[in-house]
C-alpha cells in the first residue's frame, strides 16, 4: 500500500508526464498497469503518473528493428505474430512464462517489468539481454531563468520568471537498465534487431513446477555460416537474478567451425559446445535462496546452456542447409 499518497495524474501527454515526473519537491513515479507498485510497501511515493493515456501500447516494425511501447501488456507481447515470427518466437514465449497467471499478463507493461528489474521475476529480461534490445528512455525538466534587459544595439525587455521546458531522449542496452536509467527517466519503448534467416533462437527455463517462477532460465541466439559459428549469444537469469550474458562461453565458440572433422559436414560437434560451456562458465556462482542452492543452479545453468546453444544451433544450420538447397 502506498499510504502516503497524495496525488494522482492521468497524464494525456508524454510532455506532461515528463513535468510530472521532474518535481523534485514530490516523489512522483509513473503507473503502468500497477500489478507490482500498488502492492509496495512504500511511504515515500506521494504521487503517480497514470500513463495509459499516452499510446504507447504498440509493436510496429522498421528499418532499425521492432519497437514495442512501453505500455504493451505481457499478453499482447505473447499474443502478437510479429514477436512470434521473431527469433523462433522466444521473446513472445518469455512474455507469457514471465508470469502464468493471465489476469497478471494482461495488466503488466513491458515498461513496468523493465523498471520493477529483478522484482519482477520475469523470464522476459534474460531474452531481452540475449536479443541485445535497446531501452528508450525520455526525461523532461523545466527550468525557470529571469533574463535581463537588452542593450541599446539589441534592445529587449527584461523579463523574470520565464519557463524553459526541455526533454531529452537516450537509448541503453536492456541488461545494464537497472544500473543506467535514472529515477526521473520514462521507458518510452524497446527496440530490439531483426536477425538474418539463418539466425536461431532457443529458450529454456527450470521451475519448481511448470507454472512457478523460473530458478534458473538460458536464451540462446546463434548463426551458423559458411559451416562456423558467426553470432553467438548466450545469457542466464532467474528468479532474484540480474540476467548475465555469457561472453566468455560466446567467445570460445564465435569463429569456430560447428562440424568436429572441420569442414562443412552436418554434422554438430556438441563436444565443442560442452567444452566451451564448461571454460566459459567456470566461474558461474549463481546466488543461492530459500528456492535453490547455487550449485543446483549452476548444474542447470550449464546443462540449460548446452541445450539452448545446441538447439539454436541446430536449427540456423538446418535453415541454412534449405535456403542453400533453395538457391541451387
Ligand atoms: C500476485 C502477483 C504475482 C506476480 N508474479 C509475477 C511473476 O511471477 N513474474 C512476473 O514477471 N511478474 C509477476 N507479477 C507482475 C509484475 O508485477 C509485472 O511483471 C511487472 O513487474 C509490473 O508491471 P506493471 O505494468 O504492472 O508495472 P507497475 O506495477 O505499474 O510498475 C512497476 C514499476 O515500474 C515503474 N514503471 C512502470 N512503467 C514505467 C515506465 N514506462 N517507465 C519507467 N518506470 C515505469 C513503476 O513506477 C514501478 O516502480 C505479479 C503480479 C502480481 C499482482
Same mark, same amino acid.
Given at each position: 500500500?502506498?499510504?502516503?499518497?497524495?496525488?494522482?495524474?492521468?497524464?494525456?501527454?508524454?510532455?506532461?508526464?515528463?513535468?510530472?515526473?521532474?518535481?523534485?519537491?514530490?516523489?512522483?513515479?509513473?503507473?503502468?498497469?500497477?500489478?507490482?507498485?500498488?502492492?509496495?510497501?512504500?511511504?515515500?511515493?506521494?504521487?503517480?503518473?497514470?500513463?495509459?493515456?499516452?499510446?504507447?501500447?504498440?509493436?510496429?516494425?522498421?528499418?532499425?528493428?521492432?519497437?514495442?511501447?512501453?505500455?504493451?501488456?505481457?499478453?499482447?507481447?505473447?499474443?502478437?505474430?510479429?514477436?512470434?515470427?521473431?527469433?523462433?518466437?522466444?521473446?513472445?514465449?518469455?512474455?507469457?512464462?514471465?508470469?502464468?497467471?493471465?489476469?497478471?499478463?494482461?495488466?503488466?507493461?513491458?515498461?513496468?517489468?523493465?523498471?520493477?528489474?529483478?522484482?519482477?521475476?520475469?523470464?522476459?529480461?534474460?531474452?531481452?539481454?540475449?536479443?541485445?534490445?535497446?531501452?528508450?528512455?525520455?526525461?523532461?525538466?523545466?527550468?525557470?531563468?529571469?533574463?535581463?534587459?537588452?542593450?541599446?544595439?539589441?534592445?529587449?525587455?527584461?523579463?523574470?520568471?520565464?519557463?524553459?521546458?526541455?526533454?531529452?531522449?537516450?537509448?541503453?542496452?536492456? &541488461?545494464?537498465?537497472?544500473?543506467?536509467?535514472?529515477?526521473?527517466?520514462?521507458?518510452?519503448?524497446?527496440?530490439?534487431?531483426?536477425?538474418?534467416?539463418?539466425?536461431?533462437?532457443?529458450?529454456?527455463?527450470?521451475?519448481?513446477?511448470?507454472?512457478?517462477?523460473?530458478?534458473?532460465?538460458?536464451?540462446?541466439?546463434?548463426?551458423?555460416?559458411?559451416?562456423?559459428?558467426?553470432?553467438?549469444?548466450?545469457?542466464?537469469?532467474?528468479?532474484?537474478?540480474?540476467?548475465? &550474458?555469457?561472453?566468455?562461453?560466446?567467445?570460445?565458440?564465435?569463429?569456430?567451425?560447428?562440424?568436429?572433422?572441420?569442414?562443412?559436414?552436418?554434422?554438430?560437434?556438441?563436444?565443442?559446445?560442452?567444452?566451451?560451456?564448461?571454460?566459459?562458465?567456470?566461474?558461474?556462482?549463481?546466488?543461492?535462496?530459500?528456492?535453490?542452492?547455487?550449485?543446483?543452479?549452476?548444474?542447470?545453468?550449464?546443462?540449460?546452456?548446452?541445450?539452448?546453444?545446441?538447439?539454436?544451433?541446430?536449427?540456423?544450420?538446418?535453415?541454412?542447409?534449405?535456403?542453400?538447397?533453395? &538457391?541451387?
Amino acid at each position: 500500500m502506498l499510504l502516503n499518497l497524495l496525488e494522482y495524474h492521468w497524464a494525456e501527454d508524454i510532455d506532461d508526464a515528463l513535468l510530472l515526473l521532474a518535481r523534485t519537491d514530490t516523489k512522483t513515479v509513473p503507473l503502468a498497469g500497477g500489478t507490482y507498485l500498488l502492492g509496495l510497501d512504500d511511504d515515500s511515493i506521494q504521487a503517480v503518473v497514470d500513463l495509459r493515456d499516452l499510446e504507447l501500447s504498440y509493436i510496429t516494425e522498421d528499418t532499425r528493428g521492432i519497437h514495442i511501447g512501453a505500455m504493451t501488456t505481457l499478453q499482447t507481447m505473447g499474443d502478437s505474430q510479429l514477436l512470434k515470427d521473431l527469433a523462433n518466437g522466444m521473446l513472445a514465449q518469455a512474455a507469457i512464462a514471465s508470469s502464468f497467471s493471465r489476469i497478471v499478463r494482461n495488466s503488466a507493461t513491458l515498461g513496468g517489468t523493465l523498471a520493477a528489474g529483478v522484482a519482477s521475476q520475469a523470464d522476459l529480461l534474460t531474452v531481452l539481454a540475449v536479443m541485445d534490445a535497446e531501452v528508450v528512455l525520455r526525461s523532461g525538466s523545466k527550468t525557470q531563468i529571469n533574463l535581463s534587459g537588452g542593450t541599446p544595439d539589441h534592445p529587449g525587455l527584461a523579463l523574470s520568471g520565464v519557463t524553459f521546458k526541455g526533454k531529452q531522449e537516450r537509448k541503453v542496452p536492456s &541488461r545494464s537498465l537497472a544500473l543506467e536509467r535514472k529515477p526521473n527517466e520514462l521507458i518510452i519503448e524497446v527496440v530490439v534487431p531483426r536477425y538474418a534467416y539463418g539466425c536461431a533462437a532457443s529458450f529454456m527455463r527450470v521451475g519448481r513446477t511448470p507454472t512457478d517462477v523460473a530458478l534458473i532460465n538460458a536464451a540462446a541466439l546463434v548463426e551458423v555460416s559458411d559451416g562456423k559459428y558467426s553470432q553467438v549469444r548466450l545469457a542466464l537469469g532467474g528468479v532474484g537474478m540480474e540476467p548475465i &550474458r555469457m561472453e566468455a562461453v560466446e567467445k570460445e565458440l564465435e569463429g569456430q567451425p560447428t562440424d568436429p572433422s572441420g569442414g562443412t559436414n552436418a554434422a554438430l560437434d556438441t563436444q565443442r559446445i560442452v567444452s566451451a560451456v564448461q571454460t566459459g562458465m567456470a566461474n558461474f556462482s549463481p546466488q543461492v535462496d530459500f528456492r535453490a542452492s547455487s550449485g543446483y543452479r549452476r548444474v542447470s545453468g550449464m546443462n540449460l546452456a548446452f541445450r539452448t546453444l545446441e538447439e539454436a544451433a541446430t536449427i540456423s544450420r538446418w535453415r541454412n542447409m534449405l535456403s542453400t538447397r533453395g &538457391r541451387q
